[in-house]
């Protein structure tokens, strides 16, 4: 029901910024929660922020805040990811994620994911 494409991945130096992505598609967008994971090699896939159905609320794990910013569009069905001042261990497979289930901060599952886009911070 629905998709999600990432774009806007690369490399960067530390200290730079990028600016991620998330094309959704389908009628239910709107009211779901939409989030950014990301899988580290040879590490689990871990949360790093997300954002309510409406854009109102946000939450962001320590190690991101400050740095990046998540938003939505809802008239363009997109979720962006600004990272400003990234480092080296931000590194990683960065995946756009939807839920119907949790709030912002603490979500029960994830409905759908996107194939991902790689997320390269040189040192």
């Known amino acids: 029901q629905v998709q999600l494409v990432e774009s806007g991945g690369g490399l960067v130096q530390a200290g730079g910024s990028l600016r991620l992505s998330c094309a959704a598609s389908?009628?239910?967008?709107?009211?779901?929660?939409m989030g950014w994971f990301r899988q580290a090699p040879g590490k689990e896939r871990e949360f790093v922020t997300a954002?309510?159905?409406?854009?109102?609320?946000?939450y962001s794990v320590d190690s991101v805040k400050g740095r990046f910013t998540i938003s939505r569009d809802n008239a363009k069905n997109t979720v962006y990811l600004q990272m400003n001042r990234l480092k080296p261990e931000d590194t990683a497979i960065y995946y756009c994620?939807?839920?119907?289930?949790?709030?912002?901060?603490?979500?029960?599952?994830?409905?759908?994911w996107g194939q991902g886009t790689q997320v390269t911070v040189s040192s």
């Open positions: 994620a939807a839920t119907s289930r949790g709030r912002v901060y603490n979500w029960d599952g994830v409905d759908y």
């Open positions: 389908g009628s239910t967008f709107i009211r779901y929660n």
């Open positions: 954002i309510s159905w409406s854009g109102g609320s946000t």
